[in-house]
């Protein structure tokens, strides 16, 4: 009987000398939030992109985004793109990117600095809901975390137009999550691991969404609604009261290391 030969064991980590370590820790970490996205359902193909801001010594803004082509299992944090606010290449090779990840992604690093990380996807209950008239109802305990903080913005066609930008800004405002009409969903966070957060439960609000429209809602009173979404905000919904981080994200490394750890390399 033919077995298949065990995968050879990958170095937890490696850093090529002309990338800092600050920078190396971002892309390892974006790096497994392109893993993690695959493993939860949430990709399209080859298409869709998470984004962080890279550290700069000079005071520009950069940001690191996926190549175009490669699936999302086989990013990894050496393989991300470093590029400028105009979407140029800057990290010494030609590797191509999509442009509908810049028009979307490069704007809201430039406007929001309080944002360091974006996902979008375009997942099938994220989409559903982006199509229905009274977009996401949050219904349940981890749905009202968005209770009136959720912000959306009208399609215009596929996003290559970067006058579709300003409108895109104006749309979001102070929100950090988004329905994108017709399209899709759009999560932002202080750092990479609070954007998955966002997308995840996200996610998961639409896709309840859907299973409890073959029947009859029930919704708590709308003071137990804005209760609970108090407290998702205050931080005492299971990020120990730290705003700038989450407790779920060590797991979710250590499930991609036992997984496939190359998303390291």
């Known amino acids: 009987m033919n077995v298949a030969t065990p995968p050879a064991p990958v170095e937890a980590s490696y850093r090529p000398d002309h990338i ?28 869709n992109h998470i984004t962080a801001r890279a550290p700069s010594a000079d005071g520009e803004h950069h940001f690191l985004i996926n190549p ?3 699936h999302y299992t086989e990013i990894t944090a050496s393989s991300l793109v470093k590029v400028d606010l105009e979407g140029r290449n800057i990290d010494g090779t030609d590797t191509p990117i999509n442009p509908a990840g810049y028009v979307i992604h490069a704007c809201i690093h430039r406007a929001r600095p309080d944002l360091e990380a974006v996902i979008h996807t375009h997942t ?8 229905m ?33 300003a409108s895109l800004l104006d749309d979001m405002g102070d929100c950090d999550v988004m329905v994108l009409r017709n399209h ?15 997308i995840y ?17 029930r919704q708590p009173t709308p003071a137990v609604q804005q209760h609970t979404a108090d407290q998702w905000q205050s931080g005492a919904a299971g990020n120990g009261g730290r705003e700038d981080n989450t407790l779920e994200w060590p797991a979710m490394l250590r499930l ?5 750890p190359s998303y390291r390399t």
């Open 20 to 47: 800092s370590e600050e920078e190396w820790d971002i892309r390892v970490q974006l790096a497994a939030c392109y893993r993690l996205m695959d493993h939860f359902g949430m990709t399209d193909l080859i298409y």
């Open 68 to 70: 175009f082509g490669p």
């Open 124 to 131: 099938r209950a994220g989409i559903a809901v982006s199509c």
């Open 133 to 165: 008239e009274e977009g996401l109802i949050p219904m349940e305990q981890n749905g009202f975390q968005f209770l009136n903080r959720i912000a959306y913005h009208d399609y215009q066609g596929i996003a290559l137009d970067e006058a579709e930008q």
């Open 184 to 198: 899709g969903l759009l999560a932002c966070g202080a750092n990479i691991s609070q954007a998955f957060r966002k």
């Open 201 to 217: 439960y996200l996610e998961m609000a639409c896709k309840i969404q859907l299973d409890v429209m073959a029947g009859t809602l």
């Open 256 to 260: 991609m290391d036992r997984k496939d």
